[in-house]
């Protein structure tokens, strides 16, 4: 509590237990300014009594006070949510809403000891790595909640029975919630039945628990610097929809290194997510370092793993991908601006319409955005220096083989391709990308040069195998497709 200021008010999440009163009473005798907070989760018919309760004791210290109530079995049910975690995520949005509202420095709840204890072992029979183990920490940001105001736990250090004599030394009778009493939830199971089975072979479980959660703290503080270094390294873009990085930096990465960078991401991305598994994590490790392994695999919290060339994704929805690095077919015939055509060049001077509006008409010679600030040009040349050229998204074809329509179009169904070094053989133009591992989502609208039906070059990849340059080729056409 050293970096608390007495200027600012805090705001007291206080249920009516032993441990919210304890808490309220620490930091009153304190001297801060306090606004006592309670949430009704609507569990119980009587749960506005404890409301009721709450009100009074606020009273009692002459502390302001704010309540909300909210149907947690029906938020739970509708989000998919236990009961458990959407009590939790109800509680603290109404408790940081009102910290926003009050210009409050913090919010104040009040777990213990055994809180930290039974979120350990629960953490550790779940399967949580090191930042599980850690356990809950004294003064944390739920960036999901807010991302500046700190939640923190002035009593973690703090045993239960602690509490209880607090309240007991200074009259004050807590109402206790029922359902602690039952084994209806994990961590009540853990609490009545499993920890005290522990303490049969160890009388001091809890405290040697807890000390082994204060030095794993330290461990993995020093691991997440590493983490962050490591990020700045490995990072290509943030946003809300995704997070990119380059995959072939991961080659360099140690797997333990490897699943927290991916357990650092999922936080970013998805703030509210908890309990990431040893065993999730350890998947994504291995996806990520196997070249033959799927092209994606699910995460948790509706994300998903995405490999696509030399990038790694983590996405909600490869949808929100960018598509930038891949040229792709937006702009509609008529929004195309014409070139002006060129007598005795390729195509005649009779200008021809596009047959539908996904067809692109291209005049020689010919400067065309085609969307996404790729530009097609193209120039009649009289020798053949560019024949030497390796850029893919650079083709020099024999002019007399060309024909007159030429139109940039999408695939459609049914495409096949002659690839030039297949000596006139066709494929599927499916298998063709599938062969190349075009990136399914791009091959929609992926731009393809056409005479008529026939595809004579594919942008990146490869021209047809009619079209090349031969010996006998008399004048040639150069086709360049440009990012800006």
Not at 91 to 108: C, D, G, P
Not at 174 to 198: V, Y
Not at 407 to 417: N, S
Not at 429 to 458: G, T
């Amino acid at each position: 509590m050293d970096t608390l200021s007495p200027s600012f008010p805090i705001i007291v999440g206080v249920s009516g237990g032993a441990d919210s009163l304890c808490l309220l009473g620490t930091l009153h005798e304190a001297g801060y300014p306090l606004i006592v907070a309670h949430f009704d989760h609507q569990l119980r018919p009587e749960s506005d009594e404890d409301a009721k309760f709450v009100e009074s004791i606020a009273a009692q210290y002459a502390l302001p006070f704010v309540s909300q109530s909210d149907d947690v079995a029906a938020y739970a049910k509708s989000e998919k949510q236990s009961i458990e975690e959407a009590a939790r995520n109800l509680r603290y949005r109404f408790l940081f809403a009102q910290a926003r509202k009050h210009k409050a420095q913090a919010v104040a709840v009040g777990h213990t000891a055994d809180d930290q204890v039974e979120t350990v072992l629960m953490h550790f029979l779940r399967g949580a790595g090191l930042s599980g183990l850690k356990g809950i920490q004294p003064r944390t940001i739920l960036p999901v909640f807010d991302p500046k105001i700190p939640l923190i736990r002035p009593i973690l250090e703090l045993w239960r029975k602690d509490t209880v004599a607090y309240c007991a030394a200074h009259d004050l009778v807590p109402h206790e919630d029922p359902s602690n009493a039952t084994d209806d939830f994990f961590r009540n199971r853990l609490r009545h039945n499993l920890i005290p089975e522990l303490e049969n072979y160890n009388p001091r479980f809890r405290e040697t628990l807890q000390r082994t959660s204060q030095a794993l703290n330290g461990d993995h503080a020093l691991i997440t610097e590493l983490t962050h270094a490591t990020w700045q390294e490995t990072l290509i873009e943030e946003n809300a929809h995704y997070t990119s990085f380059h995959l072939t930096s991961f080659g360099k990465l140690s797997t333990p290194l490897i699943r927290n960078l991916i357990r650092h991401a999922v936080g970013r991305l998805r703030p509210g997510a908890i309990d990431i598994s040893f065993s999730t994590l350890e998947g994504a490790a291995k996806f990520i370092a196997s070249p033959q392994s799927a092209q994606q695999i699910d995460l948790v919290s509706g994300l998903i793993l995405f490999k696509e060339q030399d990038t790694l994704y983590l996405t909600g929805d490869s949808s929100n991908l960018p598509l930038d690095g891949f040229p792709q077919l937006r702009v509609i015939a008529s929004e195309a601006k014409q070139s002006p055509m060129i007598q005795g060049e390729i195509a005649t001077s009779q200008e021809h319409a596009p047959r539908n509006d996904k067809e692109l008409p291209v005049y020689l010679p010919c400067k065309i955005e085609i969307g996404l600030g790729w530009v097609l040009t193209a120039q009649n040349i009289s020798s053949m220096p560019m024949l030497k050229n390796a850029d893919p998204f650079q083709v020099t074809l024999d002019a007399d083989m060309l024909g007159e329509n030429l139109i940039l179009r999408p695939r459609r169904a049914g495409d096949k391709f002659q690839p030039l070094g297949m000596d006139g053989k066709s494929m599927k133009l499916k298998d063709f990308f599938i062969n190349e591992k075009l990136p399914r989502r791009a091959r929609d609208r992926y731009p393809l040069l056409c005479v008529d039906d026939e595809i004579i070059w594919i942008p990146g990849y490869r021209p047809a195998h009619r079209v090349r340059v031969t010996e006998s080729t008399q004048r040639v056409v150069v086709f360049t497709l440009r990012k800006g």
